[in-house]
């Protein structure tokens, strides 16, 4: 992982020529720690913090890209790639699908050193897809059912609380790993997530649905093993028990997740504002997520004062599904008539017609965006699906990002891998 040596004074933003670079690639081989980050820039967190977690919508720190909030997301990324560090890969290890490192020492060994955040709980996630009788023949890693998704970890150290203003939660969760993930994210299908809250659900949550696959893997658990609960029941336990710890302090939430993990973080949040009766402010801050509700979905997360920031990449596929979007159903007949007279009202009408028909595929884009794109970083060659997926794509991104007229300083900090 790649690491900066020093801070840059920046003066005013500066571009570089998206052709050439300025100066040659660096290969990073550690990743930023928490002294490098804690800039006098970032010394301004603490009192505007509720700023930074989006009271306001993150209204005028989008575009141009605040300094603060750059070092907020970045930092936030990091506890995603611990996530992803943290996983054993190796499909032929006993151990596969697990978390390497015990949660005293799972930062240190993913190279957060001095976060001031200590971890408290692994999580797993169950696919809920019932498995065909072959399988038994298949080789294990196959079939894994549960495995490691990320972490609860909460701030710790004083001097953290106080640059941050509050004591923060972080819940971070990976990407797509294993088969059955995979497999759960092609189920497509929107279905009904009132389920997913403890509260009576109103009509307006009645209606709410979400990608059956990001639903499945949340909700579910091993049927045949007790000790093995929900990804659900895993967070709300975990939550519940830390803001009984810390009652009566500034508490935040921020769940982090990358691809399915931003799916899940989306997921995390609505599901803890409906479980808690005084939760604290709860964020998303999510990297390459795919779409996850309806539209109902979306009004229930603005009601409940869910803030959700999503980091896109414009060349990321990823983020342009499942099913597809069409807001514009939204609009009542007055509006339409307004905006371009009765053809355009009776057109409105058939195509309102035609998307009911598809209602089990109709998505919504939800919070507020922060649009990146890979074109834009003279240091990435060429354009792939894989490559512009990448969580280090994303941060390589975020790090360089100025503003929609200046989409890259000369200054970045966070060069990628060759």
Request: aromatic share 8%; charged share 25%; proline share 4%.
């Amino acid at each position: 992982m790649r690491t900066l040596h020093h801070t840059p004074t920046l003066i005013r933003p500066q571009c570089t020529s998206l052709v050439q670079p300025t100066k040659p690639v660096q290969k990073m081989e550690q990743m930023m720690n928490m002294p490098q980050l804690r800039s006098s820039l970032s010394k301004k967190v603490g009192k505007r913090w509720k700023e930074y977690q989006g009271m306001n919508n993150w209204d005028g720190l989008l575009d141009p890209l605040d300094e603060n909030l750059r070092s907020e997301i970045l930092r936030y990324g990091h506890f995603v790639e611990a996530a992803y560090k943290s996983f054993e890969f190796d499909p032929a290890s006993p151990n596969y699908a697990t978390c390497k490192f015990p949660k005293t020492t799972l930062l240190e060994n993913c190279g957060l050193h001095h976060t001031g955040y200590k971890v408290t709980k692994h999580l797993l996630a169950t696919s809920g897809i019932k498995l065909p009788s072959w399988v038994d023949k298949a080789p294990s890693w196959v079939a894994t059912q549960s495995s490691y998704i990320g972490y609860v970890a909460v701030c710790n150290n004083k001097q953290e609380i106080k640059r941050l203003g509050r004591r923060d939660i972080v819940v971070a969760y990976r990407g797509t790993t294993t088969c059955l993930e995979w497999l759960e994210n092609l189920r497509a299908t929107l279905t009904h997530v009132a389920g997913v809250t403890a509260k009576a659900c109103s009509m307006e949550e009645n209606g709410a649905m979400v990608e059956s696959g990001f639903l499945s893997l949340y909700r579910s658990a091993v049927s045949n093993n007790p000790s093995f609960i929900s990804l659900q029941d895993m967070v709300r336990k975990e939550i519940g028990r830390i803001l009984k710890t810390y009652q009566g302090e500034n508490l935040s939430l921020t769940i982090t997740g990358h691809s399915l993990g931003a799916a899940l973080a989306t997921l995390t949040a609505y599901d803890i504002k409906n479980s808690f009766l005084r939760p604290p402010l709860v964020t998303v801050i999510s990297f390459g997520g795919p779409r996850v509700g309806n539209r109902s979905f979306r009004h229930r997360l603005e009601e409940q004062g869910t803030k959700v920031l999503r980091i896109v990449n414009s060349d990321d596929v990823i983020t342009k599904v499942p099913g597809f979007v069409f807001d514009d159903v939204d609009k009542n007949e007055d509006d339409e008539a307004r905006d371009g007279g009765a053809h355009v009202a009776t057109f409105q009408r058939w195509i309102r017609k035609q998307v009911e028909e598809v209602r089990w595929l109709l998505y919504s884009e939800v919070g507020e965006e922060l649009r990146l794109c890979s074109r834009d970083s003279p240091y990435l060659r060429g354009v792939n699906i894989a490559t512009c997926h990448d969580l280090n794509t994303y941060l390589h991104l975020v790090d360089g990002f100025v503003s929609s007229t200046c989409p890259f300083r000369a200054t970045a900090k966070r060069f990628l891998h060759h």
